[in-house]
């Protein structure tokens, strides 16, 4: 214990040591300065935090590159990294950190990460593996290797994975919800102690929220619906407390998103001539549970689709542009400004971060803001395809309700918000309809009923022949990333058609805003 304690006040007295190192920086606008590496550090958070996550990795780049054992700014920026969603850079930079620091944890946990957002599942989980070797007992790391293994299909020993987690720390909940939709119904004894950790102090608010809703699987496997939508109630109920939610600015964006796209770009049947026209992205739009992910596996079955899952490159193309021009402006306020020249550079530098999906000829995108961003894709990249997911408005918000996400989606954890955004994207989908005929819409009830037509429809559209693999779509073996990463491995079911019916006396609220004129 003493030789612990000693170990552990050394690594603090070199953190603090690098702390009060000068570093000389060059700063926006200000030249070069020399500071404290402690007064860097808070400069890049102060810039992180309000909107300016470029000139913050800037400044961290340098610290790093000047102080390369000064594990805070590594911390730091692997944070910022993972804030603006660049997984190439995080990449990047986490190399850049282990060629210094071969050992240290969270630059293998976080390349690790950021090898299994980009596809690269395998060698993900070689990293997990080496940082396990290193800290056999570090619970979390076995938590990490369970997603991983999760979401390449490797069931079992994924629950091994997340069981071994529990069993260093059994109050982990992470693993407790990682693992809650694999399981089935609970050994009571562990229902009742999840329950306590749900409705105690032991854990931190957003902690309890995932045992919440891990809870509530629990009950709906043993048919408990009126436990289950308390258990999905009190979680949501928590979770909207924490986060810093602006509903209205929300309604807003998407309101102002219609007048900043008045008229159709011209749209195309077939790829443009632009010389990278050989490859086709196909952007899956739509809400979340909308049937987005189960589209992309459909897709991703075809031999000449890849499936690139919810990249984020799109976001980053405009953010690196306008930071470029020095525009400080938010979506969808900078549509105004940009010229011609601006949408062939957004597309441009999607189509070189995107190269590694681009083998096969057509990749799908499935970020989950899309729908919104439909009118920057036709501006940017008019050799695209796009294709909107649909389903009864009820389902899919009962969808979300029922659902913890991990990032963003704030808006799902409050009924009558939820309603309120499904009407407003409705709208936003009606007006990206109405101005151009370059959309294909994926009826979540039409692929249910009907699945070949439907399936040859998209198909069609895409610009693909027809592959039996599409219609057998839950034998594709692609790694899955999402929440929907078990569900898209079953052949189709009408199981969650009209699902919300069971729970319509609590999900009042909900409707009554959705059917409000």
């Known amino acids: 214990m003493v030789k612990k304690t000693a170990t552990k006040n050394s690594k603090t007295g070199k953190a603090n040591k690098a702390a009060l190192k000068p570093v000389s920086i060059q700063l926006p606008g ?82 690790s990460q950021a090898m299994r957002l980009t596809q690269q599942h395998q060698s993900a989980l070689q990293l997990i593996d080496k940082a396990i070797k290193l800290e056999p007992a570090l619970a979390e790391l076995y938590n990490h290797r369970g997603v991983i293994l999760k979401e390449t299909g490797r069931s079992d020993d994924a629950l091994a994975s997340f069981n071994r987690c529990l069993a260093l720390q059994p109050g982990n909940a992470n693993a407790i919800w990682n693992r809650s939709d694999m399981i089935g119904v609970l050994p009571e004894q562990e229902y009742q102690g999840y329950a306590a950790l749900a409705s105690g102090d032991n854990l931190p608010p957003r902690q309890r929220v995932m045992v919440y809703y891990a809870l509530s699987r629990s009950d709906e496997a043993a048919q408990e619906y009126a436990r289950q939508f308390d258990n999905i109630k009190a979680g949501a109920d928590l979770y909207r407390s924490l986060v810093p939610y602006q509903h209205q600015a929300e309604l807003n964006q998407i309101e102002k998103t219609i007048s900043a796209f008045p008229a159709s770009h011209p749209a195309r049947s077939s790829p443009s001539a632009d010389p990278a026209s050989d490859v086709i992205p196909v952007f899956i739009c739509g809400l979340p549970r909308s049937g987005t992910t189960l589209t992309e596996h459909i897709l991703s079955s075809h031999p000449s689709v890849t499936a690139g899952d919810e990249l984020n490159d799109l976001p980053l193309a405009c953010g690196q542009y306008l930071t470029r021009r ?30 590694a999906l681009q083998g096969s000829g057509w990749f799908t995108d499935k970020n989950l803001q899309n729908y919104k961003a439909i009118g920057v894709i036709r501006q940017a990249l008019p050799e695209a395809r796009m294709v909107v997911c649909r389903r009864h408005p009820m389902d899919n918000l009962w969808g979300c309700y029922r659902q913890f996400f991990s990032e963003g989606m704030y808006f799902t954890y409050q009924q009558e918000e939820l309603a309120d955004i499904w009407n407003a994207s409705d709208k936003l989908i009606q007006h990206w309809q109405n101005t151009g005929a370059d959309i294909f819409v994926m009826e979540y009830e039409a692929l249910i009923a009907e699945p070949e037509p439907t399936i040859r429809a998209l198909l069609d559209f895409v610009g693909l022949p027809w592959d039996d693999a599409c219609l057998n779509f839950h034998n594709n073996k692609r790694s899955v990333r999402t929440l929907s990463a078990t569900q898209v491995r079953q052949p189709l079911s009408n199981s969650r058609v009209a699902q919300w019916r069971r729970y319509e006396e609590q999900l009042q609220p909900m409707l009554q805003r959705l059917n409000q004129p």
């Open 326 to 355: 020095g525009i400080r402006k938010s979506f969808p306020d900078w549509v105004a400004d940009m010229p011609q020249e601006g949408w062939q550079a957004i597309g441009s530098a999607y189509r070189k971060s995107t190269r």
């Open 30 to 111: 200000q030249g070069q300065r020399t500071l404290p590496a402690q007064e860097a550090m808070g400069l890049a958070q102060r810039w992180s935090g309000s909107g300016l996550p470029l000139p913050a990795l800037d400044l961290l780049k340098q610290v790093t590159q000047q102080l390369p054992g000064f594990a805070d700014a590594w911390m730091l920026l692997f944070a910022t990294l993972n804030k603006t969603g660049d997984q190439q850079g995080l990449i990047h930079e986490a190399q850049r950190c282990l060629s210094s620091k071969p050992r240290f944890i969270p630059a293998l946990t976080n390349l």
